[in-house]
């Protein structure tokens, strides 16, 4: 594919893309976003949220939306994810952001290889999707730059865990912050927070 993304999968023009963002975090919601681009949607810029700085990915949020024919985006916070889990949560997130989109989708295609039905609209599960596909890396940018904005709100109630860097990932600054300040209500908590699986006081 020489890099190219492709503009589509099934042939339907109301094709839509899905991705999220934050399934390995320890805290903080697991963020999906669901976009139908036109079928003239073109911008070299866009690819991998993964793959892109945080400054290209946030020069891209205004496009995607200002230019996709409609875009939905949900959390799915983390005291969800303790009861359902992330897999779950990944999967009601990406039909939440669905059900925002108007028009109907005629087609979804998801980034992985896991995802449940969603109403009677045909999908199709596409690994490494957001590298394959615009309307997918489209969601992929929605869904990270959405998610980190909501880490850098919370940071600021808990900035000792410097979730304005880290997003609430498990970098090792963030697991000794955990170990020196325990927990929040943002943690979650069915997660293994530190190697030790140290006991915590709910």
């Given at each position: ?56 990915r946030?020069q ?30 990944s999967?009601?997130?990406m ?11 005629g ?20 690994i ?18 959405y998610?980190?904005?909501y ?52």
């Amino acid at each position: 594919m020489n890099g190219k993304l492709l503009a589509n999968y099934s042939g339907n023009p109301l094709e839509c893309g899905t991705d999220e963002a934050g399934r390995g975090c320890l805290a903080g919601p697991v963020t999906a976003a669901a976009v139908i681009l036109p079928n003239h949607f073109k911008n070299t810029l866009l690819k991998d949220s993964k793959q892109l700085s945080a400054t290209h990915r946030f020069q891209l949020k205004p496009i995607i939306e200002d230019e996709s024919v409609c875009y939905g985006v949900s959390h799915i916070f983390q005291e969800e994810i303790d009861v359902i889990n992330v897999l779950n949560a990944s999967i009601l997130g990406m039909h939440k952001a669905i059900a925002q989109l108007n028009p109907t989708p005629g087609f979804i295609i998801v980034d992985g290889n896991t995802f449940k039905p969603y109403k009677n609209i045909n999908h199709q599960t596409i690994i490494k999707g957001d590298s394959k596909f615009l309307s997918i890396a489209a969601a992929s940018v929605l869904a990270k730059t959405y998610r980190d904005l909501y880490m850098e709100t919370i940071h600021e109630e808990f900035p000792m865990y410097n979730w304005k860097q880290n997003k609430g990932y498990p970098t090792k600054e963030h697991r000794e912050a955990i170990k020196k300040y325990g927990i929040t209500k943002y943690h979650r908590k069915s997660f293994r927070l530190l190697p030790e699986q140290l006991k915590f006081q709910f």
